[in-house]
């Protein structure tokens, strides 16, 4: 769990995700991209991808995560944490939905259908925009890896995991998977 993504979020770098097999697809996943609708033309979904509308997923989950009116992979300003909006359509039953924020799981609902929805504030905890270490950063000041310190300021990412069970005899066994790309909050 604590890898190269977190590390790469927890200095600063603002990515979205998507998921891609690069081997003759031995198995399968999805770069999923969100765009308006009725997307006429080639500048609409370039700009999706420029905007980091876009979400990871190893099998045809939908998942749609929001902030008022920002989508997953956008940006806002805000005094108070915002109300998160999240909904996942599994193939297969959900075992667990989390959000993670800085890099630590600030949320998790279990449930037993295939599709949840919820919305979720952060009231308490907004004020913390610390990062959680990961095992590859040693000294956040001063990253070995090369990459720049975390910016200065009040700031915090957030995004869901939706994590389907593997199967009826095998139903605490995690399955398939789907991450939404983050929104990023800036205080």
Do not use: C
């Not at 790469?8 to 969100?34: C, E, P, Q, R």
């Not at 449930?111 to 610390?130: P, V």
């Not at 070995?144 to 593997?166: D, H, L, N, S």
């Amino acid at each position: 769990m604590n890898g190269l993504i977190w590390n790469a979020l927890g200095v600063g770098y603002k990515m979205g995700f998507i998921a891609s097999s690069d081997h003759w697809s031995t198995h399968i996943a999805y770069a999923n991209l969100l765009v308006p609708d009725r997307v006429t033309s080639r500048a609409d979904i370039l700009d999706a991808l420029r905007h980091r509308r876009t979400y990871a997923s190893t099998d045809n989950i939908i998942l749609d995560f929001s902030a008022d009116s920002v989508v997953q992979g956008g940006e806002m300003q805000a005094a108070q944490s915002p109300t998160f909006h999240v909904k996942v359509q599994g193939t297969e039953p959900l075992l667990r939905v989390e959000i993670i924020k800085n890099n630590r799981i600030v949320f998790s609902q279990t449930a037993e259908a295939k599709t949840l929805e919820f919305t979720y504030r952060d009231n308490e905890k907004f004020a913390d925009t610390s990062v959680a270490p990961t095992d590859q950063v040693k000294n956040w000041s001063a990253p070995e890896t090369g990459i720049r310190p975390r910016p200065a300021g009040k700031a915090a990412y957030y995004y869901v995991r939706a994590i389907q069970r593997f199967s009826r005899d095998a139903p605490d066994r995690e399955g398939e998977t789907a991450w939404s790309s983050p929104i990023f909050v800036k205080q």
